[in-house]
């Protein structure tokens, strides 16, 4: 199974972005799936999460500026990115844990770069 994250691009500061997150084939038992970041030089953070049963976490940076959620169409998930800022360049990785083994499938990155 491959996860295809798209919509990244160059916006500026206070513009929105939407990506997006398809699997190659249908994933069963999904416990839960996320968006996570890495900044130049920091590490890989979590930004969003959803569980199987809909319940979602966000990073405090990004509360209240960002929406994760789940499309029907192969495991589609989103992520809605509004007041983007500066600090929220990076690349984004979607992810998905499935199994009772918590198996992690990641995508391949997409980059989002916000001017000042």
């Known amino acids: 199974v491959q996860l295809q994250a798209s919509g990244g691009g160059l916006v500026q500061a206070g513009g929105s972005l939407r990506l997006s997150c398809v699997a190659s084939?249908?994933?069963?038992?999904?416990?839960?799936v996320g968006w996570y970041r890495q900044a130049p030089g920091k590490q890989r953070e979590l930004v969003a999460s959803m569980t199987s049963g809909g319940t979602t976490n966000y990073a405090g940076s990004v509360k209240g500026r960002f929406t994760i959620s789940r499309g029907n169409a192969k495991n589609a998930t989103y992520l809605q990115m509004n007041s983007l800022k500066p600090e929220d360049t990076a690349v984004y990785y979607c992810?998905?844990?499935?199994?009772?083994?918590?198996?992690?499938?990641w995508g391949q990155g997409t980059l989002v770069t916000v001017s000042s």
């Open positions: 992810n998905v844990k499935a199994g009772w083994l918590l198996n992690d499938y």
């Open positions: 084939e249908s994933i069963s038992s999904i416990r839960a």
